[in-house]
């Protein structure tokens, strides 16, 4: 087991403060788990504990996006306490994601709480425009934007680093069925979060791609995924670049069809 110092806590709060302006305002998608768990395994000194889980909990939310008022469990928090639970207890990374989906949910009822609570600003946001106060205007937008990623950071170092003594110790007593237990469940995850993406963009065209991804990784020995991603990255080019011709002879045949569907106008009638 490892000891998340002072310094790393706060670094992980500062993280996630920017992480959490960047989910808000949905800019960059530095939010994303690969990222967020690479980043956190940097802080903490192990790059590598970083990729794996960023690998397992990227795959566990490809398909966790927002319905409408439907939130999924929230991925800054899911990323940093997968890869500080993996880092610190020494458990397996499909354990930690099941361990650190509790933090991910607490932090997304944060979230809901924010976007009902913020309701407030609405009555001064309305008299902002209608009296073109663009800088009042901006301040209440960083006012409320400030005002969650400060959440954001202090719940990040709360549970990063004062409640790391008792998340080990609870760890440590859970019994070997259990542990398993959330081996199986994290290890589940990300086949879930896959299915679910595949769900909404699965084509009746990507059939064939699908097929030949799947003989490739399971028949032919490759010591790791990069030929399958730079097959699937072949294969993205040349849909690109046919869908592109299929949309150019669309277009240059509609000028024609519209023309004959033009009604004789030159009798008068």
């Not at 979230?111 to 600003?121: P, R």
Request: charge should be negative.
């Amino acid at each position: 087991m490892h000891e998340i110092t002072l310094i790393q806590g706060i670094s992980l709060a500062a993280l996630v403060f920017v992480l959490g302006i960047d989910f808000w305002l949905e800019a960059l998608f530095l939010f994303r788990p690969i990222i967020v768990c690479t980043l956190t395994g940097a802080i903490l000194g192990d790059i590598h504990i970083g990729l794996i889980t960023g690998g397992l909990t990227e795959l566990a939310f490809a398909g966790l996006t927002p319905a409408g008022g439907v939130q999924p469990p929230n991925p800054i928090m899911a990323g940093v306490m997968t890869t500080v639970i993996a880092w610190s207890t020494g458990v397996d990374a499909k354990t930690a994601i099941g361990l650190g989906l509790p933090f991910s949910l607490l932090m997304q009822y944060v979230i809901l709480f924010f976007y009902s609570a913020f309701s407030l600003f609405m009555n001064k946001a309305d008299r902002c425009a209608r009296e073109a106060d663009t800088a009042a205007f901006a301040r209440l937008n960083w006012t409320t934007t400030l005002i969650v990623a400060c959440s954001y950071s202090i719940i990040a170092f709360l549970c990063t680093y004062l409640a790391q003594g008792a998340m080990q110790a609870l760890v440590k007593s859970m019994p070997a069925w259990l542990t398993h237990g959330f081996e199986v469940a994290g290890g589940i995850l990300p086949a879930v979060g896959f299915g679910l993406l595949l769900r909404v963009m699965f084509k009746a065209q990507y059939i064939p791609y699908f097929i030949a991804g799947f003989l490739f990784v399971c028949y032919i020995q490759v010591s790791n995924l990069l030929p399958v991603a730079v097959l699937g990255a072949g294969f993205a080019v040349y849909e690109y670049f046919n869908a592109k011709a299929k949309a150019k002879e669309s277009a240059q045949a509609l000028p024609a069809a519209a023309k004959n569907d033009e009604e004789d106008y030159s009798n008068g009638i």
